[in-house]
C-alpha cells in the first residue's frame, strides 16, 4: 500500500508540516511588516542573515552532517550510530563556543561592519545562547532524520516556530517606537527561546526512545572531524557568500539614490515577502530534501549504482514537472499575490519577473541533496563559489545603476549557470542521458495549453475575475488540468503507485 511505504509516509507527514511553517512564517512576516513597517523587516533580515552565518560557523550544519554520516554507519554491520551523534555533539560544542567567543569580545566591530554602525552590540552578546543550544538541537534532529524518524525532527521545528513567533508576537505588540537595536533583539530573543525548547524535545525523545548499540563504531572522533570537514566547509561557504551578498544589497540600493530607510524597506520586502513566495511551492521538494540526502548516502556507501540512477532520473523529472507549473502560476497571479500579503506593486512586479527562473531555483533542492548524499562535497562548494561569486558581482555593478532590476539579473545569472553545472555534473556522475523535450519541452507546453483551456472555461461559468476565491479556483482547475494530461498521456507512467520503483523496497 502506499502510505505503509516509509519514505511516502514522512515525505507526505513532512511536506504538511513543512507547509504549516512555511505558511506561518510568511503570515508571521505580512504581521511584523504591518506592525512595524518594511525597514523593521529588513532590520530583521540583516540579523537573521547574520545569525545564519554565526550558526553555520558554530555548528557547520550540523544536521547534513550528523543525517549523512550516521546514515552511512547504519549502512555497515556492526555499527554504532549513536558513537556518530556523540561526535557530532562534541564537535558542534567546540565550534559553538569558540564561535560564541568570538562574537562576545568582538560585538562592536562586527556591529559596526554588519549593521553600517547601527549600535547592535548588545544583542549580538546574546547570540550565543541562541548558537550553542541550535547546534546540539540540529545534531539530535539529524540523527532522528537518519534514523527514518523525521517526524521527530519536524515536530522539533514547529516547536520552535511556535515558540519563537509566540516571543516576537508578544515583544513585537509591547514595543512602542522601536529602534534598530529593540527589533534586532525581538528576533533574537525569539530565536534563543526557540531552540532551546526545541532542544528540550529533541533530548527528551532521544532518552526515552533510542536503543543501545553494543557494535563498533567505525569512525573515532578524529575520523569524524575528517568527514565532516568537507560537508561544513561547504555550508560554512555558502552561509558566508548569501550574507555577504545579503548585506551588500541595502548598501547598492542606496548607491542607486535611495535613503536608507527606504533601502531596508525594499529589501525587507523583497525578504519578507518575494523570496518567501517564491519558495512557498516547493514546500514537498524541501520536505524530501533531508530524507534524499540519507537514501542517496546509503546507495552511494553500498555501491548500489542503479539505485542512484533511478532516484536521480524520476527525482529530476518530477521536479521539473512541478516547478514549471509553479512558476507559471505565480508569472500569472504575481501581480495579485504580491499586493494580497501587504508588498503593494513592487512586491508584486518583482514576483512576475523572477518566477520565470524557479525551475532552476527548485531544481536545485533536489540537485544538492544528491550531490551531498553522493559524497560529492568538493563539487558542491567550488558551484557555490562560482555562482555566489557571479551574484555578488551583478549586484555590485547592476543594483547601483538599476535598483531592484538589478536584483533580478543577480538572481536569474547565478541560479541558471550553478544549477545548470550541478545537472550536468551528476548526469556524467551516473552516466544518464538528459531528454530534455520530455522533461522540459512538453511540461512547458501543456502549461500553456492547460491555462489556455482553463482561462476559456472561468470565462464561460463568470469565475475569471481577480478576487481570491476566483483565483483560487482558478489555480486548482488548471493544476487538475495539468497534471491530469501527464497521468493520462502516462508522462507520469513512472510515478504510479503500483509500480514506482523508486519508492520500493525501504525497509518498510
Not at 64 to 78: A, D, H, I
Not at 109 to 125: D, Q, Y
Not at 240 to 264: F, H, K, W, Y
Not at 305 to 333: D, G, H, P, W
Amino acid at each position: 500500500m502506499f502510505f505503509k511505504n516509509r519514505l511516502v509516509r514522512d515525505t507526505v507527514l513532512l511536506t504538511f508540516m513543512q507547509l504549516f511553517l512555511d505558511t506561518a512564517a510568511l503570515l508571521l512576516n505580512v504581521f511584523i511588516t504591518k506592525q512595524l513597517g518594511a525597514e523593521a523587516i529588513g532590520i530583521l533580515s540583516l540579523t537573521g542573515s547574520f545569525l545564519g552565518l554565526a550558526g553555520i560557523l558554530s555548528n557547520g550544519n550540523a544536521f547534513l552532517c550528523t543525517s549523512r554520516l550516521v546514515s552511512e554507519e547504519m549502512g555497515k554491520t556492526n555499527s554504532n550510530p549513536n558513537k556518530i551523534l556523540a561526535h557530532g555533539i562534541k564537535l558542534c560544542l567546540m565550534l559553538s563556543i569558540t564561535v560564541s567567543a568570538v562574537l562576545f569580545v568582538f560585538a562592536e566591530p562586527l556591529s559596526n561592519k554588519f549593521f553600517s554602525g547601527a549600535s547592535m552590540e548588545e544583542a549580538i552578546r546574546f547570540m550565543p545562547l541562541a548558537l550553542i543550544s541550535g547546534a546540539v538541537s540540529a545534531c539530535f534532529k539529524g540523527y532522528f532524520n537518519a534514523c527514518r524518524k523525521a517526524s521527530v525532527s519536524a515536530t522539533g521545528d514547529i516547536i520552535e516556530f511556535i515558540i519563537k513567533s509566540l516571543v516576537i508576537i508578544v515583544m513585537t505588540l509591547s514595543a512602542t517606537n522601536p529602534d534598530e537595536h529593540s527589533v534586532c533583539r525581538i528576533m533574537i530573543a525569539g530565536i534563543i527561546a526557540g531552540n532551546i525548547f526545541s532542544l528540550v524535545y529533541c533530548l527528551f525523545v532521544y532518552l526515552k526512545s533510542h536503543e543501545k548499540c553494543t557494535g563498533r563504531c567505525s569512525l573515532n572522533f578524529r575520523k569524524y572531524m575528517a568527514f565532516a570537514f568537507p560537508i561544513m566547509a561547504g555550508s560554512i561557504l555558502t552561509s558566508a557568500l548569501s550574507s555577504t551578498n545579503d548585506a551588500l544589497i541595502p548598501m547598492c540600493l542606496r548607491q542607486s539614490g535611495d535613503s536608507v530607510n527606504e533601502a531596508l524597506s525594499r529589501f525587507g520586502i523583497f525578504e519578507a515577502i518575494v523570496i518567501p513566495t517564491l519558495f512557498f511551492p516547493s514546500v514537498v521538494l524541501c520536505s524530501m530534501s533531508g530524507i534524499i540526502v540519507s537514501e542517496s548516502a546509503r546507495a552511494t556507501a553500498s555501491g548500489n549504482r542503479e539505485r542512484i540512477k533511478s532516484l536521480t532520473s524520476r527525482l529530476t523529472q518530477y521536479t521539473l514537472v512541478f516547478a514549471i507549473f509553479a512558476s507559471a502560476v505565480l508569472m500569472k497571479f504575481g501581480d495579485n499575490i504580491g499586493e494580497l500579503l501587504g508588498g503593494g506593486e513592487l512586491a508584486g512586479k518583482m514576483i512576475t519577473i523572477i518566477a520565470p527562473v524557479i525551475p532552476f531555483i527548485y531544481m536545485e533542492i533536489i540537485l544538492e541533496a544528491l550531490i551531498k548524499g553522493m559524497g560529492l562535497q568538493g563539487f558542491s562548494s567550488l558551484n557555490y563559489l562560482a555562482e555566489y561569486a557571479v551574484r555578488i558581482s551583478v549586484v555590485l555593478i547592476f543594483v547601483p545603476k538599476f535598483s531592484f532590476y538589478g536584483i533580478v539579473a543577480s538572481y536569474y545569472a547565478s541560479n541558471v549557470m550553478g544549477n545548470c553545472a550541478r545537472f550536468i555534473k551528476i548526469m556524467k556522475h551516473i552516466e544518464t542521458p538528459f531528454r530534455p523535450f520530455k522533461i522540459i519541452a512538453v511540461p512547458v507546453i501543456y502549461a500553456f495549453l492547460t491555462m489556455g483551456t482553463t482561462e476559456l472555461i472561468t470565462r464561460l461559468v463568470g469565475a475569471d475575475g481577480e478576487k481570491i476565491p476566483e483565483i483560487i479556483f482558478f489555480v486548482i482547475l488548471w493544476g487538475l488540468a495539468y497534471f491530469g494530461i501527464f497521468v493520462e498521456f502516462s508522462k507520469f507512467k513512472s510515478f504510479r503507485f503500483s509500480d514506482d520503483k523508486l519508492l520500493c523496497d525501504f525497509n518498510k
